[in-house]
């Protein structure tokens, strides 16, 4: 027992040092156990195997899938729109919706999400960004308290649960907790986030300034001359390739994109094709075909080729722009600035070799202040001449990692994952919604639900491909976790979850089950101010159990307490990661979470000491 306490304290004493990630601690404790023989090498490793572990790496592809397929982001600009300039409408519908999304996303990728949407609504409504970003940040971690995926430390409460022989956690079961931290939250912070308007200056978002996609289009102005052409089945072109079309010397015209809606039915089995314009692509009678050029050449094109020019005049474009624009999931566009010893230097267009070589397409040229778009082939290259290329993402990041006459702004492969993928939208939504079916009528175990619907979100395209979904797991927390909950086994062999019961029943336990409620509340607040909230309620949650069941009463009101207060931990910008999200972007300081943050968590212990006992009796 003294070598297992050892560790421990050395353990948290790094975690509290902070020199060293989370999972290398973890992992020297882990090592620790096992050379001092107090766990087998069975043991040590069995955390890898543990369903929580499973879990994790499950829920974070699953929050990736809602983040990529941009279905989270639909739906918080709608809502959101939805307030108007009205400052507590807009408020509320914050937290709310912060509330909601951390039910089912990590209360990180909640956060993170979110950021950008409320400095833009806060912008247009002329309201204070600082007041709302720490209780957004805040409400994300309140609904992590409402379903069982929304946050690790209900995973390892309902893990310990079943381990120790006691009933599971339903999905909906810690939803009543969720629901009042929210409710109690949310009165609090309309008051008390008005000292964050104090002495606000006007900030930068901190965002970085890479252009996106749709920013070269509209620097380009590709937009004001993108028109939507219809494929028809009697067109002379059908089954021909486009180098036999010769379209853009013809007619001074160049398509960008193809477009084929596949055969199918249902949200699964059907779906677009976005293809990019090659020298032997084939057209088919039901393609529609995106072009660039104008109005008049694009006219002449569709009505000499008996095609349906879908946009009729310059001002329907402008005007329905917005709703047909370019998508960039698989084919995306960048910026590649040429090089004063380039061999590409007074080379044509059409030699530059890109097309054959990486498969991509030279669209428009950006000359000092001047930009060429019409006949582009035949412009000469200049050293510093910006190009505007467009191919598949892949293709593009390949043309940056081998070609040396030109450097390709940004990172194409970091572009790439920025955009989402919103034909998916529907898919991801379905899915997340039959995931939570199966756990809340046990069709499915949570581990079998949730890697279930992960790996189907892998399959059925949330995700452009599989390393972008590997990339969305947080590996260092998986690790950490899987490294970490040895920890307690190792404590209840050498018996030190029964001393540190005892040691809590013989000074507190006179003084009723409310009252050891409340130093179990207590000291898990306090010691999540220096460790993650996670190895918190690792250490604190078979304590718990234990002293429940010394005391014959029922251990489930002493578990939330220890998942609540661990994660409700806001005095901190360190304590979870949706503090630490929106410190810099809001210009706080850690007395500013120490003025709002500190007062509620007091109010949270009172409430929930009161309140537990009557949702989840002794």
């Not at 020297?28 to 023989?37: K, M, Q, S, Y």
């Not at 010397?249 to 398509?255: F, L």
């Not at 060429?372 to 892949?394: C, H, M, P, R």
């Amino acid at each position: 027992m003294t070598i297992t306490l050892v560790i421990l304290f050395v353990t948290a004493t790094l975690f509290i040092w902070g020199k060293l990630r989370s999972d290398v601690v973890a992992l020297i404790a882990l090592l620790g156990l096992t050379v001092t023989e107090i766990l087998t090498p069975a043991e040590a490793i069995a955390g890898f195997s543990n369903p929580i572990v499973l879990m994790l790496a499950g829920l974070f592809i699953i929050s990736g899938a809602i983040s990529q397929t941009g279905l989270a982001r639909t739906l918080s600009t709608k809502l959101l729109q939805t307030a108007g300039k009205s400052e507590i409408k807009l408020f509320t519908l914050t937290m709310i919706l912060a509330a909601g999304l951390g039910s089912f996303m990590s209360n990180a990728g909640t956060a993170a999400l979110l950021l950008p949407i409320v400095f833009s609504m806060t912008r247009e409504a002329d309201v204070s960004a600082r007041r709302f970003l720490m209780p957004m940040a805040f409400s994300s971690s309140m609904g992590g308290m409402m379903t069982l995926i929304g946050t690790p430390p209900i995973l390892i409460v309902n893990n310990v649960l079943i381990e120790k022989g006691y009933s599971g956690l339903g999905f909906f079961t810690v939803f009543p907790i969720g629901f009042i931290l929210l409710i109690v939250g949310l009165f609090f912070l309309w008051n008390s986030s008005k000292i964050l308007k104090k002495d606000e200056k006007k900030r930068s978002s901190g965002f970085g300034k890479a252009k996106s996609p749709t920013e070269l289009m509209r620097e380009y102005q590709l937009a004001d001359n993108l028109f939507r052409i219809k494929m028809n089945p009697a067109s002379t072109i059908i089954g021909l390739k486009l180098k036999e079309l010769n379209i853009t010397q013809k007619y001074n015209v160049s398509i960008l994109e193809i477009r084929t809606q596949s055969q199918g039915t249902g949200a699964f089995l059907k779906s677009i094709q976005h293809k990019l314009a090659e020298a032997d692509t084939v057209l088919g009678g039901d393609d529609i075909i995106y072009v660039t050029g104008n109005f008049t050449d694009v006219e002449r094109f569709a009505s000499e080729n008996n095609l349906t020019l879908m946009d009729t005049t310059q001002a329907e474009i402008n005007k329905k722009i917005a709703a047909f624009t370019m998508k960039f999931d698989d084919i995306g566009i960048a910026e590649a600035v040429v090089l004063s010893s380039s061999k590409l230097v007074n080379k044509p267009v059409k030699e530059s070799g890109f097309r054959n070589r990486y498969n991509v397409n030279i669209l428009g040229i950006k000359r000092k202040s001047e930009y060429l778009l019409n006949k582009v082939q035949n412009e000469k290259i200049q050293a510093g001449d910006s190009l505007l290329i467009q191919g598949a993402w892949t293709h593009i990041d390949e043309l940056d990692n081998e070609e040396s006459d030109l450097i390709v702004v940004g990172k194409p492969s970091e572009e790439a994952t920025k955009v989402t993928l919103e034909h998916k939208a529907t898919t991801a939504a379905i899915l997340l919604f039959a995931m939570v079916l199966a756990i809340l009528f046990k069709l499915l175990t949570p581990v079998v639900a949730i890697s279930l619907a992960a790996l189907l979100m892998i399959l059925l395209g949330c995700f452009r491909n599989v390393e972008t979904a590997y990339n969305t797991i947080r590996w260092q927390t998986v690790i950490f976790f899987a490294a970490m909950i040895p920890m307690a086994t190792a404590m209840d062999k050498t018996g030190t979850f029964n001393l540190i019961s005892e040691m809590v029943l013989n000074s507190i336990g006179e003084f009723g089950p409310y009252a050891v409620l409340a130093s179990f509340y207590f000291g898990a607040l306090v010691l999540t101010m220096f460790i993650s909230n996670a190895t918190s309620v690792i250490l604190f949650a078979p304590i718990a159990i234990q002293t429940a069941q010394d005391m014959n009463i029922s251990p489930y009101p002493f578990l939330f307490a220890v998942a609540t207060a661990s994660v409700m931990c806001l005095a901190s910008p360190y304590a979870s990661p949706p503090n630490s999200i929106v410190m810099s972007p809001g210009g706080y300081s850690f007395k500013d979470y120490m003025m709002v943050g500190l007062p509620l968590q007091l109010i949270y212990m009172i409430v929930m000491v009161l309140a537990l006992p009557l949702i989840y009796p002794f």
